[in-house]
Nanobody
Framework: QVQLVESGGGLVQAGGSLRLSCAAS????????MGWFRQAPGKEREFVAG????????YYSDSVKGRFTISRDNAKNTVYLQMNSLKPEDTAVYYC?????????????????WGQGTQVTVSS
């Protein structure tokens, strides 16, 4: 059974940083594209960042480009999201997601597995 477990969320002041981690088990992590999504109260889930199976290719939403960095460690079956210069509008539940294929896409429906989410709250 595939499991994705996020950690690293919390409360931070605007301008601060957080690092999210997503530990994967039960599937071939090294051949899976991974993504981070978020959902704020009253809003639809949105793509934040994605990384290809090798880590070579990364993609970001315009709202986080230049502030967030996605990376992965295939030896540890873990994907990370380094979030810097956080803003109150970054407040959301952040979800890790995995695909059964190698390529990154931005559409959530194209991801096969999801974690439970971790709350990120940025105070002004």
């Amino acid at each position: 059974q595939v499991q994705l477990v996020e950690s690293g969320g919390g409360l931070v002041q605007a301008g601060g940083s957080l690092r999210l981690s997503c530990a994967a088990s039960g599937h071939t992590f090294s051949s899976s594209a991974m993504g981070w999504f978020r959902q704020a109260p009253g809003k639809e889930r949105e793509f934040v960042a994605g990384v290809s199976w090798s880590g070579r290719f990364t993609y970001y939403s315009d709202s986080v480009k230049g502030r967030f960095t996605i990376s992965r460690d295939n030896a540890k079956n873990t994907v990370y999201l380094q979030m810097n210069s956080l803003k109150p509008e970054d407040t959301a539940v952040y979800y890790c997601a995995a695909r059964n294929t190698m390529g990154v896409v931005t559409e959530g429906k194209m991801y096969h597995y999801w974690g439970q989410g971790t709350q990120v709250t940025v105070s002004s």
